[in-house]
């Protein structure tokens, strides 16, 4: 069966320093109408960096949308510096907001976390052999980060208490847990 729809129309309704918003008439494969709110948004990064006491750094920072503080990964956007090149994003990010690097990388996968309305990808990534960055990459002004060492037991029952709700960490831990 095709479940390709056809889009007739679209209408940009919001252009934003992250997020561009279109609205789509399209036309669904049994012939119906039916409009789309489409959000764009850049490309994304985010980093499971285990050091070799088998624990991973967790930021804390306040999160607007949410209207809360949250437990995340290291995470973030490609921008004009990364080349359109996801790991290049990932050992910036890891380096501006943890002043770390790695040896090692593995890409883990790249996944939609909101294929309903958003087009953003975020390229998940392992990073092991962590050591103190020798050059400090100017971190983004507007964020205050704190960070914490948690081992795998800790992570699931922040996951399980609701601790850590935001998705690519939760997604990250899990990935982490079936790898031990």
Known sequence: MDLTEKTTRRQSIYQGLIIDVEVLDVQTPHGLAAKREVVHHAPAVAILAVNDQNQFVLERQWRTAVNGVT?????????????????????????????????RWELINASYPSVGFSDEVISLYLATQLATVAAELPQDRDEQIELTWVDLPTALTMVKTGEIQDMKTIMAIYYWASQN
Do not use: Y
Not at 73 to 100: F, H, M, S, W, Y
């Open 71 to 103: 437990w995340e990964i290291p995470a973030g956007k490609l921008d004009d510096r990364d080349a359109t090149q996801p790991l290049v994003a990932a050992k910036r990010e890891l380096n501006e907001e943890t002043r770390l690097q790695a040896g």
